[in-house]
């Protein structure tokens, strides 16, 4: 990491060894060997040890973080609360943490204690002051049937096709990460032509979400078995064509159009009868741009919340109008004259 330039890396994604702290072997109920995490990079002699590695990585991240850069750090109960403790004090500023719900996760097989069902995901930028930090909010409700992307995230441990093999049938690696996980992170939190960081590489997860997502990446992994693994499952990955990966633009940074101003420049004419998808309503644009059904009129938010007995509505969905015998939501006039207002501005 001391070999690449300060504030060079847009993303960084790191998955570090959990220090288990794993005692002996251990069996399932008919005495079969659980294949458990006991690899040499996930010992550690103490707390004190593990957490000075952890200090080292972390500010090495930290320097190669651009201001405007985030950093996830995914970990189970047996090192994440001492991260995010180490994060803190060397200035990171918390954005989120998320809990990955496995729909799959091994069982408890002594019986001793709760199934362990997530692992956590801390999200954070530079520092608390940092701005202009990537998030694709968006998108992300978009992919979530127009809902606020929840904390939670629900995914299958890897497994089937996905799970890198060797040659005798046993896994490369023991702790390899869902690239359905890794996606959420890539297209929640960076641009295509961004470049993402993991240092700690394994077997190249992240490099190949990121070759697909359209993604730089620089991966660091001291493993040699690891890396060839890598190299030969990212050298397989087809990327995604340009249309594919074009982020959906932040609403928030579109030009405010209002539903006046379509009436006032002609893209509807007052009298003009308005309808849900289903047809179940109808009402008439008036010439001041609100909308009316029968004697109760309003604007198209709060018309449509009415009739639908909501507390809210987001009208340019809900109300259509006909255009040779097929109803289209009236959003696609914001679009128009938005466009409009882009080509006069340009």
């Given at each position: 990491?001391?070999?690449l330039p300060?504030?060079s890396?847009?993303l960084?994604f790191a998955d570090p060894?959990?220090n288990?702290?794993?005692?002996?072997?251990?069996?399932?109920?008919d005495q079969?060997?659980?294949?458990?995490v006991?690899d040499?990079w996930?010992q550690f002699e103490?707390?004190a040890?593990?957490?000075?590695?952890?200090r080292?990585?972390l500010l090495?991240?930290?320097?190669l973080?651009?201001?405007?850069?985030?950093?996830?750090v995914i970990?189970?109960?047996?090192n994440i609360?001492r991260?995010g403790t180490?994060m803190q004090d060397?200035?990171?500023?918390?954005l989120?943490d998320?809990?990955?719900r496995?729909t799959?996760p091994m069982?408890?097989f002594?019986?001793r204690?709760?199934q362990?069902?997530?692992e956590?995901?801390?999200?954070?930028s530079?520092?608390?002051?940092?701005?202009?930090?990537?998030f694709?909010?968006e998108a992300?409700k978009?992919a979530?049937?127009?809902?606020?992307?929840?904390?939670?995230w629900?995914f299958p441990?890897?497994?089937?096709?996905?799970?890198?093999?060797?040659?005798?049938?046993?896994?490369?690696?023991?702790?390899?990460?869902?690239?359905?996980?890794l996606?959420r992170?890539?297209l929640?939190?960076s641009k295509?032509?961004?470049v993402?960081l993991?240092p700690?590489?394994?077997s190249?997860?992240?490099?190949?979400v990121?070759?697909?997502l359209?993604?730089h990446?620089?991966?660091?992994?001291r493993?040699?078995?690891y890396v060839?693994?890598?190299e030969?499952?990212i050298?397989a990955?087809?990327?995604?064509?340009?249309?594919?990966l074009a982020?959906?633009?932040?609403?928030?940074?579109?030009?405010?159009v209002a539903?006046?101003?379509?009436?006032?420049s002609?893209?509807?004419?007052?009298?003009?009868?308005l309808?849900d998808?289903?047809?179940?309503?109808a009402a008439?644009?008036?010439?001041?741009?609100?909308?009316?059904?029968g004697?109760?009129?309003?604007?198209?938010h709060?018309?449509?919340?009415r009739?639908q007995?909501?507390?809210?509505?987001n009208?340019?969905?809900?109300?259509?109008?006909?255009e040779?015998?097929a109803?289209k939501?009236i959003d696609e006039?914001?679009r128009?004259?938005?466009q409009?207002?882009e080509s006069v501005g340009?």
């Open positions: 990491m001391e070999a300060e504030k890396v847009d960084i060894p959990y288990l702290q794993l005692a002996g072997a251990l069996h399932r109920p079969s060997l659980v294949d458990a006991d040499e996930d103490s707390f040890a593990y957490d000075a590695f952890t080292a990585w090495a991240a930290r320097r973080l651009k201001p405007t850069g985030t950093i996830w970990g189970s109960y047996h609360f991260v180490i060397l200035g990171f500023w918390i989120n998320i809990v990955w496995k799959n069982p408890n002594r019986g204690r709760f362990n069902a997530h956590t995901l801390i999200w954070a530079r520092h608390r002051e940092a701005k202009g930090y990537t694709n909010y992300m978009a979530n049937d127009d809902l606020q992307m929840r904390s939670d629900l441990i890897c497994t089937g096709k996905e799970r890198l093999r060797n040659a005798d049938g046993s896994k490369v690696h023991p702790t390899q990460k869902p690239e359905a996980l996606a992170v890539l929640s939190s295509p032509g961004d993402v993991d700690f590489f394994g190249g997860t992240t490099g190949a990121a070759k697909r359209g993604r990446f620089v991966g660091i992994e493993d040699a078995s060839a693994a890598a030969a499952r050298a990955v087809e990327p995604l064509d340009e249309a594919s982020p959906l633009m932040a609403k928030r940074s579109e030009p405010r539903f006046v101003s379509l009436v006032d002609g893209l509807v004419k007052p009298g003009t009868r309808f998808k289903a047809r179940r309503w008439d644009v008036r010439a001041d741009g609100t909308i009316a059904i004697q109760e009129s309003g604007s198209i709060r018309l449509g919340a009739v007995g909501l507390d809210a509505c009208g340019w969905t809900f109300w259509h109008f006909e040779d015998g109803l939501p006039l914001r128009i004259a938005r409009n207002l340009a």
